[in-house]
């Protein structure tokens, strides 16, 4: 066995890989770019080298400096994680040249599938079903338009290396196809440095499922059950769970028996992945094959009680697979949610900054969470925003769906925007609690975006009953302040109106033993909790019930997170109540002139000049941020009066960029 290790990459899934080892007896070295020299995963390891600048291309994806970093430490072999280098074989050959072990398949597996092209032509040679497509490299916009034409609309165009959603355009007509092109390729040479695209027809209506699989250098191969991937975002994974609501067992069977044909087919040994796109009525087609561990292996782990990276491990040292295929058994269910530093408000564009708060759910047999930050470390603009994963388990599939809303409501994050709350509307949507899922979900359910309204609260009285014993709670402690005078003494009412969107709601609040009574609209809501003042998370009963809410204070205004939904909450006494009523609105100041950086990123384009008309829906600039392009266009006709910024400049959020007459 291997005596140490290094992990060529950073974030969650180097901490992982760390956490394994560690339990393994194996000494772990980290790499850091200087944009992550204080992050977690390099307190975390043994040892830490710097690699270079921020941008991957000059630091995690730059292959000489990582194989110095193993001469220098010693590391003995090299677990690539996902992403960046873990799937170009040019690496795994230069860490071979080396005497370096690569933690992964072999050379030729790598080159064979882990390219999307070739994989294809391959999963057709060993019987795999595989969907229409043209398997070459396109050559340009024109020739994309003219095979697309030749495929038919809808088709998907989608880059050759690399995986995680990057390098991937739907196109329904020529001009999406064009600009598909383009924005593919070129999100495919920043995220890969693999510029080479190619297109296939799209599938509507589609499933994402993928079967994991295992397999060594002595001939054993085996499946781990599926993962149910269809929750998407712009073809990035948002919730996964294992098994799928969806399969039988025959289909179960026939997939991961195709699986494994196709891994048999390339030799190939570590863990691996074959995805499939699968429809209505159950037919599946091959997507791709990731020669990798993928984000979502926790929920097989979950299931069927193995720790994938130890196996890859042990794997890449010479060692047999410990168990057969009719030693793995799925029991239970398993979900994970990806929480991410993006404003699902503002078109889930990413927030970079300081973690002022983080504070995940407590780990238990139910709950499991893989995470690259803490409080007080920073979100990258250079990186994926992923800040955590968020797993549970349960005996059956409603119970793990409980547990992970009950995790959601106590994940405490402040200092950058993040998408729990989008997490926690999807966890209890219809759709997704009956399993009626597809690829098209969110698009389908959200078509003008992801709003507030999208989050109403489930039960309003809880906010106001929790809302009201807070605060009776510190007026009461309010009124123990000493030197009051004899006679005059602070008195607290038992009315009071809680003002909650738009709404004032009379209630009456009496302490009692452990909590309050408070009446709302005629009915007892009982509020019991041991919570102490400050603290972010408030947990007690309702009626009896379970119940866990963040709370922040600002004197008479509270802000309460839960279910997803948030809400500000101001508590007046009658009279205050009144008065309020008379209040004027502050209307917000018009920015409608103005072209306003959504998101912090890297402005590589301004597509427009001073005295430019312009048209509804043209380009006007273009910002990279977290290895994404993101086209800004036109919301209406006009003329640009001032170009504020130029193509190079580092942009913070509305900051300027055109000014129009």
């Known amino acids: 066995m291997f005596k140490k290790i290094l992990i060529a990459n950073r974030g969650e899934i180097a901490c992982r890989v760390i956490k394994t080892a560690r339990k393994m007896g194996i000494a772990t070295v980290a790499v850091y770019s200087e944009a992550d020299q204080n992050s977690l995963h390099t307190e975390m390891a043994d040892e830490a080298v710097l690699i270079g600048p921020p941008p991957s291309t000059q630091s995690y994806l730059v292959m000489d400096r990582i194989i110095q970093a193993c001469k220098d430490t010693g590391a003995e ?57 043209y398997t070459e490299v396109l050559a340009s916009a024109d020739q994309s338009v003219e095979i697309a034409r030749d495929i038919g609309y809808p088709v998907m165009i989608k880059a050759s290396a690399g995986g995680g959603g990057k390098g991937m355009r739907v196109a329904w007509n020529d001009a999406e196809c064009r600009d598909g092109f383009e924005r593919a390729t070129n999100e495919a040479r920043s995220s890969f440095g693999d510029e080479r695209v190619f297109v296939e027809k799209y599938i509507e209506e589609p499933r994402h499922i993928e079967i994991q699989v295992l397999a060594d250098s002595f001939g054993n191969t085996v499946y781990l059950g599926e993962r149910e991937c269809s929750i998407q975002r712009r073809h990035q994974k948002v919730i996964e769970e294992c098994p799928s609501p969806f399969l039988d067992d025959a289909t179960r069977q026939a997939m991961g028996e195709q699986a494994v044909a196709l891994v048999r087919a390339v030799d190939y ?51 047999k697979l410990p168990l057969t295929q009719a030693d793995i058994k799925l029991n239970g269910w398993a979900i994970e949610a990806r929480v991410y530093a993006e404003d699902p408000f503002r078109n889930f564009l990413p927030s970079v900054g300081r973690l002022t708060r983080y504070m995940p759910p407590a780990e238990s047999e139910v709950v499991r969470v893989d995470t690259g930050v803490y409080e007080g470390g920073e979100v990258s603009m250079y990186y994926d925003p992923m800040i955590a994963k968020v797993i549970t388990y349960g005996a059956t599939r409603d119970q793990a769906i409980a547990h992970m809303r009950t995790a959601l409501d106590a994940f405490y994050i402040r200092g950058v ?26 698009a389908e359910e959200y078509p003008n975006g992801f709003q507030a309204d999208d989050l109403p609260h489930e039960d309003p009285a809880m906010l106001v009953a929790v809302a009201a014993a807070i605060h009776r709670r510190y007026m009461d402690r309010a009124a123990l302040i000493s030197g009051q005078m004899q006679g005059l003494e602070r008195r607290v009412e038992d009315q009071w109106v809680v003002f909650m969107r738009g709404d004032y709601h009379p209630v009456t ?6 909590g309050h009574d408070v009446i709302y609209k005629g009915e007892l809501f009982a509020v019991r909790s041991d919570w102490r003042f400050g603290e972010s998370l408030f947990r007690g009963t309702l009626n ?20 997803g939904s948030q809400v500000d909450v101001l508590i007046l006494a009658p009279r205050a109540a009144e008065l309020h009523k008379l209040m004027p609105v502050k209307a917000p100041p018009d920015l409608s002139k103005y072209l306003l950086s959504p998101m912090p990123g890297l402005l590589t384009k301004v597509a427009v000049e001073p005295g430019q008309e312009v048209r509804a829906g043209e380009t006007l600039a273009v910002i990279e941020a977290m290895k994404m392009e993101n086209v800004l266009y036109a919301e ?19 900051q300027s960029i055109v000014e129009f007459e």
């Open 77 to 133: 072999a090299v677990h690539p994680g996902y992403g960046f280098l873990s799937e170009n074989p040019t690496f795994a050959e230069a860490l071979a040249r080396e005497g370096i072990a690569f933690i992964g398949p072999n050379i030729h597996a790598i080159t064979m599938m882990g390219d999307k092209i070739t994989s294809k032509k391959l999963a057709r040679e060993a019987g795999v079903n595989t969907i229409p497509g």
């Open 269 to 319: 040994q570590s863990a691996g992945t074959v995805e499939f796109i699968v429809d209505r009525q159950r037919n599946f087609y091959f997507l791709e094959m990731n020669t990798r561990l993928q984000v979502e292996h926790p929920v097989t782990e979950m299931v069927t009680g193995t720790d994938l990276v130890e196996l890859m491990i042990r794997v890449a040292a010479g060692e």
């Open 417 to 442: 925007s993040h998408n729990i709350g989008f997490l926690t509307a999807l966890i209890k949507h219809a759709r997704f609690v009956e399993g009626r899922l597809s690829t098209n979900l969110i």
């Open 509 to 514: 609040v009496r302490p009692v033993d452990d």
């Open 544 to 563: 009896g019930a379970d119940i866990c809410m963040q709370v922040e204070r600002r004197y008479q205004e509270y802000r309460l997170f839960h279910g």
């Open 636 to 654: 209406r006709d006009g003329v640009v009066a001032k170009v504020l910024a130029k193509a190079g400049d580092s942009l913070m959020v509305d």
